[in-house]
């Protein structure tokens, strides 16, 4: 069965730093997303991209995130200067179309970011 | 803004003993609402999606029902493996396609 995939699955980073965050997303779809979880908080929205563009983010989602899909299978986070508060699980999320039936998000087994 | 809460916390079931999980929501016209499983340090499994009122969905011992405000995930004679926190999460209308989710309800089920 397709899934998402993503790498690392834990990070280990000095504030300050930059960390790329890679995901491959399931192969015939359209949308991919960006979701961060703190550590007993729940699951955030970060961004969503569709037809290589950022289609909607979040007020986390400031100038020092970035995503790109440098090829026709993987899609990237940048987190250009780590703070401490970045911190969390970082999970990247796919679906087929944005039509009933076919937005379900399917989600990636997640990159544990710890940041010092 | 889009908001979702979940019911209680935490939920200790011994095996066998039937129970139902609460997800209330307050969205600005429901596209979707989506029941996921989380095992500790993974990412959310999805189970359902409920688009409207009075749909219903089942797998194995889980169903999920939706009304107008809040959608119950019921679990019938549960298994110890089904031990998980299960998240609830809404999509609104419109072109904005992101979830939201609630902080989940953490199950225990005892053998």
């Known amino acids: 069965e397709p899934e998402v995939t993503q790498t690392p699955s834990h990070q280990v980073t000095q504030m300050g730093q930059e960390v790329i965050l890679r995901c491959v997303p399931i192969?015939?779809?359209?949308?991919f997303y960006w979701y961060r979880q703190i550590l007993g908080q729940k699951v955030e929205f970060l961004v969503s991209?569709?037809?290589?563009?950022?289609?909607?983010k979040s007020e986390i989602f400031d100038d020092q995130f970035s995503v790109e899909r440098p090829d026709g299978s993987n899609f990237t986070l940048k987190i250009r200067s780590t703070k401490l508060e970045d911190s969390a699980m970082y999970f990247c999320?796919?679906?087929?179309?944005?039509?009933?039936?076919?937005?379900?998000?399917?989600f990636g087994p997640g990159t544990r970011l710890l940041v010092l | 803004e889009d908001q979702v809460t979940q019911s209680p916390e935490a939920l200790r079931l011994q095996e066998g003993e039937s129970s139902s999980l609460n997800c209330s929501y307050t969205?600005?016209?429901?596209?979707?609402l989506f029941w996921y499983r989380q095992d500790p340090g993974k990412g959310p499994e999805f189970l359902f999606t409920?688009?409207?009122a009075g749909e219903e969905k089942e797998k194995e011992r889980l169903k999920a029902t939706l009304t107008k405000k809040e959608s119950f995930l019921h679990i019938t004679a549960p298994k110890p493996e089904d031990s998980a926190t299960y998240l609830c999460?809404?999509?609104?209308?419109?072109?904005?396609?992101?979830?939201?989710f609630g902080k989940g309800i953490t199950l225990s089920v005892r053998p």
């Open positions: 969205v600005s016209g429901l596209r979707g």
């Open positions: 991209f569709y037809n290589n563009e950022i289609s909607e």
């Open positions: 999460a809404v999509q609104a209308r419109g072109a904005n396609s992101k979830l939201t």
């Open positions: 999320a796919s679906s087929v179309g944005s039509e009933t039936s076919q937005e379900t998000q399917y």
């Open positions: 192969s015939n779809h359209l949308y």
């Open positions: 409920l688009y409207s």
